[in-house]
């Protein structure tokens, strides 16, 4: 279900998510959209003081936070799978975006954190050869594996469910976005 939440305030929490199989190189893609695409488009253009594209075990999905905009940053989200696409990826961007990602995963943590992320890995079964396997196929995409996940995020996209926390008058300007509209 489609949910807006009024809240006072100025500014919009905006989420778009979708249910996604665990894929590791999802990641690259998650890093372009994250520093290319959203950052530009949604936070220097749209005045957002964050965005993002997440991928998980379980879920995908694109979000903005302390956004002035709610319609236009769905109609940003909506043009992103065509944008990525339709760019050019040289070699040196593709390694930029690989490295980024795989550094995501291997960044050093302090103790509690690592303790929180071993907990995470026993817990669901996250061996060494998996993350091992995980770095190889982030390290394996190409710019045709880039364009073929683009066309499969527009696929997925087009049955997201959105979620939004905003402020009243950008949630009425944008109430046919939504199923249930809710005032906290």
Not at 107 to 136: H, Q, V, W
Request: proline share 3%.
């Amino acid at each position: 279900m489609n949910e807006a939440f009024i809240i006072d305030g100025g500014v919009n929490y905006d989420i778009l998510t979708w249910p996604m199989e665990r894929q590791a190189d999802r990641r690259v893609l998650a890093r372009i959209m994250s520093y290319e695409y959203l950052w530009h488009n949604i936070r220097e253009v749209g005045g957002a003081y964050g965005t993002g594209m997440l991928t998980r075990a379980q879920t995908e999905g694109l979000y903005t936070y302390r956004d002035p905009h709610l319609t236009e940053s769905y109609e940003t989200f909506a043009k992103a799978p065509e944008a990525l696409a339709g760019r050019e990826y040289t070699e040196k961007d593709l390694t930029e975006f690989i490295v980024g990602a795989v550094s995501e995963m291997d960044s050093p943590k302090k103790p509690n954190a690592e303790a929180k992320e071993l907990d995470r890995r026993y817990f669901c079964g996250i061996t060494d050869a998996m993350l091992a396997a995980d770095r190889k196929a982030m390290c394996s995409v190409t710019a045709e594996t880039i364009r073929a996940q683009a066309a499969d995020l527009a696929d997925r996209m087009a049955n997201a469910t959105r979620v939004v926390f905003g402020s009243k008058d950008a949630v009425e300007a944008g109430k046919q976005l939504f199923d249930r509209i809710e005032t906290l």
